[in-house]
Every structure is written in structure tokens, then in C-alpha cells.
């Protein structure tokens, strides 16, 4: 039954949650789903799933989240952040995930390299998107 | 004259030499000595936001080692993203135990002993004061209705914030000062899409877009930012169709307002038209 | 110490190479202790002296956490030290066509971006054989300074060292050789006195005299030679 929504002491503490939560600095069960952060991002609009959305599969405990495109869109604005009522920073939750893909190997992100792109770009794209 | 410290990062080396030369002369022309940084490296422009990376924490806190041996406890910087990350490492290193690790890996260094205040272009206009400003705004800026474009670095995470994250009046105030006409846009707060304009240029396109319109419909002739990221998305990542507004760094119109620097003909001729 | 009486002894010492232990005796080179110990070296060697770069090596000593990096001929073993020759680094040399490309940071950047990897850890300067700083040059890689990034390379010997130590992955000694290159392409002085020769030549100044010794018999030549004028020592 694939859209059974299974809440689970195992799949609230399992490693995943206990890592992003270590890796973020942020309790990801502070979140209680308001949207806000969705609605403050920007770049919402090019991901797969919402901000929010993220949030609340890292809670379920669920690593499928580690397949999400919307980490690799974030451009680390910290909108999101400034923004948040649970004052969690999502950025980090962000972060967090895009370290343990690029830690697992996962290099889902192309450099869509061209001669005019300056270095202060470049920094930023290498430091978010390569290992 | 006073002295002053400063961090110049890459871009205002290479794309962002404007920037650099235009900056210097005018806060030369308020009495400051400016002094660069001797080797200084490359802040990283986007701080590591990952509880166990440390290791990108080494730049920003070698360059404040760097303004430590030079006696400095004030660090200036014209590039907002060297501001964000060498101000939020100096935070980070404010936990003893950070300091501690940062300085153990560092031991080619002396220990970085805290007590360097890292501070923004902005930062230092708003403390020199409007009134000096405007006494020192000779043309000054004529009524120029700019637009103030503060983008993320300068205004997130709170705790480093040049002033309020939503509502920040700081640029306004100084352009103000200058003898322009500041223009307030919804738009002046939101993402640029930053580094994104290697991965994913077609959002940046999209922001940069709604940035400029923004700017146009509130009556801006001029947007201002004090970014080089912003301002090379702002310039050269414009969808098709965006306003031809015109875009300058904060210290180019602190330039042109005390005469250090002529007002380019561009910029000249909408003021021109206008009056 | 030669005392009389009493035999002297070479004091050996105890080197780990590849993991084995050997006696070697003391005072050698790291090269020559390996070659002592039998190992016949036909990569990960070269002038011998100190500016091939080929011998590149790591090694520890006890009680030091440290890596040290050195060339092996350059570098005499201690007791207990556990080391590595590493004959080659693996690096991607980019293509360029030297005429078409602009001396600064669009194209340095273009040709190895990962040089915006760099986080200034400095582990590069520690391992450089030659004390050259390393991490300056990349910093003035990054930021398009190609004259700076010539100077403060200049001798480098592309041992590696720096590049199989970088956690951001650059491969230096490329980024090097590339900006001495448009250097000397673009940026350094032109020599008047060399251009004014070349033009000499093109206007046929030497040919007489290339002429006349192309037409000497060996036995001439060798007189010549021997009459040459040679400089005081």
C-alpha cells in the first residue's frame, strides 16, 4: 500500500533524521508544516517538492527525500530562514541534505559552465554542488 | 588621517575593478587612509552552513588573523558575500571550542585571538553619518531616482544583518544623503538566484527579471548594489524583455556624488531628460 | 667518531619503505637508500639533483603525526621514517591554443574551475618541496592575477606534491605552467636587444660567417675551435 502514511517510532528516530538533525544544527519536529518557507522561496517554482514538503518527509524519516531535486535548487537566500515562525532554518536542513548526497557520492547537479561566469560564482556553485 | 583596513575578495580584482577604484578614491576623499589587507585569500562567498564543516571556516578566520597582525580591529569589505562570510565565521569562532579546533588545524599561524569587528561598505557610510555625507555631496546625485537592491548577504541571517532583514532603510539612507531620491521596491529585499547562474541560469534569468521590473514600476532610473554576484546577474543574466535600467555599485554613485568620479554620460542624460 | 683501535662502523638506520622494513645506512639519500635496499628505480627518478621533480615523496617519522612531503634526492633518511615514492600524479593538462587566450582569470577559470575550490587550508604550502606559497598562488589564480601567479611559481618543479595533497582537487603545477605561459605570451616586457638580433639575422647579418664555417673542413674546424676565446674563470 504505497500511500499508507506510516508514523513510526523507528522512522522518526532513525539515523537519517538523527543525522540531518546533526548535520543541520535544526530540530526538524519544530517544523509543524505552516508553509511559510515555501512561500518565501523564490526558486519553489523549479523544485520538485515544496520546502516544506522536504521538511516533512525528513521527518518521516523517509531518505527518499535524498533523491529530491529541490536541495540542489536552493540558492541558500535564507528567506526561509529569516522567515520561520519555528524559527527552524531551513537552509541548513537544505545543507544538510545536499552534504550527505554529495558525502554518498550523489553529484545530481551539472556546471553549466560558460567563459563569462566571474569567480565569486563560481566559488559558490563549487562549494554548494561538488564534493 | 584615519586608517582604514580592507578586504577587496576576488571580484573586486577582476570583474568588479569599478567597484574597487571608484570606492577608494571617494572614501580617500572623506579623509581615510585606505590600507588592503596583505595576502588575503578568498572569503568562499557562501558560508558553510553544515554543523561539521570546519574546514571552510579556515579562509574567512586566516584573513582575520591577517587583519589580527596588522594591529586592525575593524576589517572593511565592499563585496557583501565577503561581509557574510568573514563576519559569520568571525561569529562562528566567538564558541571557544571553534576557535580552538580552527586554530589547532591553522598551525602555521598565530591563533586568531578574536576582537576583529568585520564591517560593510553600508556599515561605514551609515556610521561616517548623513550630515557628513551630504556636506561632502559635491555634485551630489541631483534627485536620481535609485533604486536600492540589497539582495540576501547583506540582510540574512539576522545576526549579521547591516539592518532590518525585511525592512532595511540603511542604503536609502546614504544614497538619500548623497542627494538622490531613493526608491523603495518590494523586490529590493528577494534572491538574486546568487550562484545558481552556473547551475540553473534560467532561474536566475527569471529573478532578474522580476528584480528590474520591480525597480521600474516604483520609478527607479538607477539600481544600486553593493554585490558583485548581483551585479553581474543583474547585468549580464537578463531575460529578453527586461527594463533597460541601468545598474552601478554603491561606491561608483558614492563616487559620482562627490565629484571624485564623473557621472557617466548614461546616467547623466535620464537626469537630464527628467529636469 | 674514528677512534684508533677501533673498527668503524657505517651507523644504519631503520627506514619502511612500502611498508617493509630496511637497514640503510645513514647519511643516504631517501633515492639512494631505496636503491641500496635493491629497489631498481626506472620512474620516480630523473636529474638526481634536486630540479627534475620526479622523485616526489611522503613520509613520517615516529612520534609525528605530520605528513612530510620531499624529493627523494634531495631528502636524507632518518631512523624510523615510513615513506612513499610517488612517481606520478594524475592531473588533466587542458588543451589551449596559447595565441587565442587572454592573459587572465576568464581564462584560467575556464580551463580549471575547480581552482574556485580552494578553501586556503594551506595544505599545499606544507607540501611543497621548493617552500614556494603555494596557496598565494592559487589565491592569485582565482582572482585572475596572472603575473602574480608566474612569480610566485617560478620554481616550481611539477613534483605533484601540492596536487595529491589538495582536498580541493586543483591540479597546480597545469594552472602554473599555463600562467608562466601567458606571461611570457602577454604580460612580461618584451627584450628590445632580442628583437633587434632577430631582426639582424632576417636581414642576413651572419650569413657571411655562416657561410665560411660551412664550408671548413673538420681538421679547420677543430682549430678553431681550440682557438676559441674563452672566458676568464
Known amino acids: 500500500m504505497a500511500a499508507e502514511l506510516r508514523l513510526s517510532r523507528e522512522n522518526l528516530n532513525a539515523p537519517f533524521v538523527r543525522k540531518v538533525e546533526e548535520l543541520s544544527g535544526q530540530n526538524v519536529f519544530a517544523c509543524y508544516q505552516c508553509g511559510k518557507c515555501s512561500a518565501s522561496c523564490l526558486f519553489a517554482e523549479h523544485m520538485d517538492l515544496l520546502p516544506n514538503q522536504v521538511v516533512r518527509l525528513v521527518q518521516l524519516g523517509d531518505e527518499g527525500v535524498m533523491g529530491a531535486r529541490a536541495p540542489w535548487v536552493c540558492a541558500a537566500c535564507l528567506a526561509c530562514s529569516v522567515r520561520c515562525p519555528r524559527g527552524v532554518d531551513v537552509a541548513r536542513i537544505m545543507e544538510a541534505l545536499r552534504q550527505l548526497g554529495l558525502r554518498r557520492g550523489l553529484t545530481p547537479v551539472e556546471l553549466r559552465l560558460t567563459p563569462d561566469l566571474p569567480q565569486i560564482a563560481l566559488v559558490g556553485a563549487m562549494r554548494k554542488v561538488t564534493p | ?275 | 667518531m674514528n677512534q684508533v683501535g677501533v673498527e668503524t662502523k657505517t651507523e644504519m638506520v631503520t627506514v619502511y619503505i612500502m611498508g617493509q622494513a630496511y637497514k640503510v645506512p645513514a647519511g643516504l639519500t631517501i633515492l639512494k637508500a631505496m636503491e641500496y635496499a635493491g629497489f631498481r628505480l626506472t620512474r620516480g627518478v630523473g636529474c638526481r639533483g634536486g630540479f627534475c621533480g620526479a622523485c616526489a615523496t611522503v613520509y613520517r617519522l615516529p612520534g609525528d603525526y605530520r605528513l612530510y612531503a620531499d624529493l627523494a634526492c634531495q631528502t636524507p633518511v632518518r631512523d624510523g621514517m615510513y615513506l612513499a615514492l610517488l612517481p606520478s600524479t594524475p592531473a588533466e593538462r587542458k588543451p589551449y591554443d596559447l595565441r587565442k587566450v587572454k592573459p587572465g582569470g576568464e581564462t584560467l577559470l575556464s580551463l580549471y574551475p575547480e581552482l574556485a575550490r580552494c578553501v586556503a587550508c594551506n595544505t599545499c604550502t606544507k607540501a611543497c618541496p621548493q617552500k614556494l606559497e603555494v596557496m598565494d598562488a592559487v589565491q592569485a589564480a582565482l582572482r585572475g592575477d596572472v603575473a602574480q601567479v608566474a612569480e610566485l611559481t617560478f620554481d616550481c618543479l611539477s613534483c605533484g606534491l601540492c596536487t595529491l595533497r589538495c582536498p580541493a582537487e586543483i591540479p597546480h603545477y597545469h594552472v602554473w605552467q599555463l600562467s608562466r605561459r601567458l606571461y611570457g605570451a602577454y604580460l612580461a616586457p618584451k627584450a628590445e636587444h632580442l628583437r633587434r638580433r632577430l631582426q639582424e639575422m632576417r636581414e642576413g647579418k651572419f650569413q657571411a660567417e655562416l657561410d665560411r664555417l660551412m664550408s671548413l673542413s673538420k681538421e679547420e674546424l677543430r682549430e678553431l675551435y681550440k682557438a676559441r676565446e674563452i672566458e676568464p674563470e
Not at chain 2, 564543516?53 to 588573523?65: E, K, Q, S, Y
Not at chain 2, 557583501?80 to 568573514?86: F, H, Q, V
Not at chain 2, 557628513?132 to 533604486?147: D, M
Open chain 2, 1 to 275: 588621517m584615519n586608517r582604514l583596513v580592507y578586504f577587496p575578495g576576488c571580484a573586486l580584482k577582476d570583474q568588479a575593478q569599478g567597484y574597487e577604484a571608484a570606492t577608494l578614491a571617494a572614501v580617500q576623499a572623506l579623509g581615510y587612509a585606505v590600507q588592503e589587507l596583505p595576502r588575503w585569500n578568498c572569503c568562499g562567498t557562501v558560508y558553510a552552513l553544515a554543523q561539521d564543516d570546519l574546514m571552510r571556516h579556515v579562509g574567512p578566520v586566516r584573513n582575520l588573523i591577517r587583519a589580527q597582525e596588522q594591529g586592525a580591529t575593524e576589517l572593511l569589505t565592499l563585496c557583501a558575500m565577503c561581509y557574510n562570510t568573514l563576519s559569520r565565521s568571525a561569529l562562528f569562532v566567538r564558541n571557544p571550542e571553534n576557535l580552538r579546533r580552527i586554530n589547532a588545524f591553522m598551525d602555521e599561524e598565530e591563533d586568531y585571538r578574536g576582537g576583529v569587528r568585520v564591517l560593510h561598505l553600508v556599515q561605514w557610510l551609515a556610521e561616517i553619518g548623513p550630515e557628513r555625507l551630504a556636506r561632502a555631496a559635491n555634485p551630489g546625485l541631483q534627485g536620481l531616482r535609485i533604486g536600492a537592491y540589497y539582495g540576501c548577504t547583506l540582510l540574512r541571517p539576522k545576526e549579521v544583518a547591516v539592518d532590518h532583514p525585511e525592512k532595511p532603510e540603511i542604503m536609502e539612507g546614504i544614497l538619500a544623503a548623497l542627494g538622490a531620491e531613493p526608491v523603495l521596491f518590494p523586490e529590493r529585499v528577494e534572491c538574486c538566484g546568487a550562484y545558481l547562474a552556473v547551475t540553473r541560469p534560467e532561474a536566475v534569468r527569471l529573478r532578474v527579471g522580476s528584480i528590474l521590473l520591480s525597480a521600474a514600476h516604483h520609478g527607479a532610473e538607477l539600481v544600486v548594489t553593493a554585490c558583485p554576484l548581483c551585479h553581474f546577474n543583474l547585468r549580464e543574466r537578463r531575460p529578453l524583455g527586461a527594463p533597460r535600467l541601468p545598474v552601478a555599485y554603491l561606491g561608483e554613485v558614492l563616487a559620482w556624488a562627490l565629484g571624485t568620479q564623473p557621472i557617466p554620460e548614461e546616467i547623466a542624460r535620464t537626469v537630464g531628460v527628467r529636469r
